[in-house]
């Protein structure tokens, strides 16, 4: 299984020139759309939530 494991991660290892493009890219593409695609997290409005009704507390003994 270790063995599998090794040939597969070796598989996805990227070369050199991958990574330098990656590292270029990356932070160019998150400044760009990284605001626009988590708005929706901190803009999202539930509306009005019906208040709660009082539970009755159980009788102590």
């Known amino acids: 299984m270790a063995?599998?494991?090794r040939?597969?991660?070796d598989a996805k290892t990227?070369?050199?020139l991958v990574?330098?493009?990656r590292?270029?890219?990356?932070p160019i593409?998150?400044?760009?759309?990284?605001e626009r695609?988590?708005?929706?997290?901190?803009?999202?409005?539930?509306?009005?939530?019906?208040a709660q009704a009082e539970?009755?507390?159980p009788a102590e003994h």
């Open 3 to 5: 063995k599998a494991a």
């Open 7 to 9: 040939t597969n991660r």
């Open 14 to 16: 990227s070369g050199p």
């Open 19 to 21: 990574r330098r493009l």
């Open 23 to 26: 590292d270029l890219v990356l």
């Open 29 to 34: 593409a998150f400044g760009h759309f990284y």
């Open 37 to 50: 695609a988590t708005t929706w997290l901190y803009t999202h409005d539930l509306g009005t939530l019906p």
């Open 55 to 57: 539970q009755p507390r």
